[in-house]
């Protein structure tokens, strides 16, 4: 199956974002600072942007985040980054954008999750609330389900329905559809508040891979509003990585997903932006967007007792991700260079010659040289300490990024 869209999405505005109608798909991220911090907050959120996230998402859950928004807002602007600001909103959003109405125009988008809002009658009033602010200060929303926080009462209406018919579905089951009815009984409800087709965002999220899978082809099929893509909870590392990309990569090879994030749980004091590097690389490697210079590397045998090789992929992909947010702005189609750093000689000169850079490492017992290639010819034979290598190698990078991809105009 290729990679296309199989079914038509409506096409939303989210600042300057296109999500949907066509448009690539977009990566947003999420930060962990106290929204009521504006100072961190921002930082998090230019940070974030800078290193790919092109929406970045705030926790508004109380007055003093609220009331920050405005400053979070200006201070990214003030430092130069466009990325929309999208406020995540439980339980008190439609008090919180009536009485911080500086909030609600400062924000790029609103994030609702229909099984927060209340109950009961207050449920969809409260809903509305919130749709009615959207559409008073023209912004999109996303109705985002979630399996861990879905409306109970429609649960409990479709268990009981599974019991008293014998209808013998899993609970599994139940949830997943429960989840899909919530997002389009969602969207209805929006449209009645006064919400356009072209202000709506979809998303129904659980944390094990199977059940996106499942939830999402049933969605696609239902509606053809742009979808927001990820598990709730990813996890922590290996982990957190290996199950949103089985899931997001079935999907998105489907052509399922128009947006996505990749929730990973960080390591205490740990980088928030590893979550984006993730899924920048998803889409990179299934051929829809890329984002930055791809650096291949050999995994390492018993022909590569030395550390050499991993050091240098290591220092390489550091400076391509540090260099990006330059290159991006001044230089056109750098996000395609490729890039080898390889340990010995069985694949190490085949892989550098299909990069526009490749180094071959010697590998155990092989002659200390390290032949260089760029666009498939060796044009030189490096020697010398690692840090000659990893100088050498970074300047030559930067050598052919002047020499190859023209300067955007100022």
Known sequence: MSLVKLHRTTGVRVGHVQVGGGAPIVVQSMTLTDTADARSTAQQCIDLAEAGSEMVRVTVNRPEAAAAVPEIKQRMLDAGCAAPLIGDFHYNGH???????????????????????????????????????????????????NGGSLNQELVVSKMQENTDRNLGRTSEDIINECMVISAIESTALALESGLRRDQIIISCKTSRPRDLIVVYRALAKQTDQPLHLGL????????????????????LHEG?????????????GGDRREEVYAACELLQALGLRAFAPSVTACPGCGRTTSTTFQELAERVQ????????????????VESLTLAVMGCVVNGPGESK???????????????TCPIY???????????????????????IDQYVEQKYPRRPA
């Open 232 to 251: 709730t909870e990813a996890g922590m590392g290996t982990k957190g990585l290996v199950w949103s990309a089985s899931a997001m990569g079935v999907l």
């Open 95 to 145: 008090l919180l954008l009536t009485r911080y109405p500086q909030c609600a125009s400062a924000l790029d988008k609103y994030r609702i999750n229909p099984g927060n809002v209340g109950t009961g009658r207050r449920r969809d009033e409260q809903f509305a609330t919130i749709c009615n602010v959207a559409v008073d200060n023209a912004r999109p929303v996303r109705i985002g389900v």
């Open 318 to 333: 550091a400076y391509v991700r540090n260099k990006m947010p330059e290159w991006k702005a001044t230089r056109e189609g």
């Open 354 to 368: 299909a990069a526009n850079i490749g180094i071959s490492l010697p590998g155990t017992g092989e002659a200390p």
């Open 256 to 268: 399922i997903g128009d947006t996505i994030r990749v929730s990973l749980t960080p390591r205490p």
């Open 374 to 396: 760029i666009d498939g010819e060796h044009v030189t034979t490096l020697r010398g300490t690692y840090e000659e290598l990893a100088g050498e190698f970074q300047r030559l």
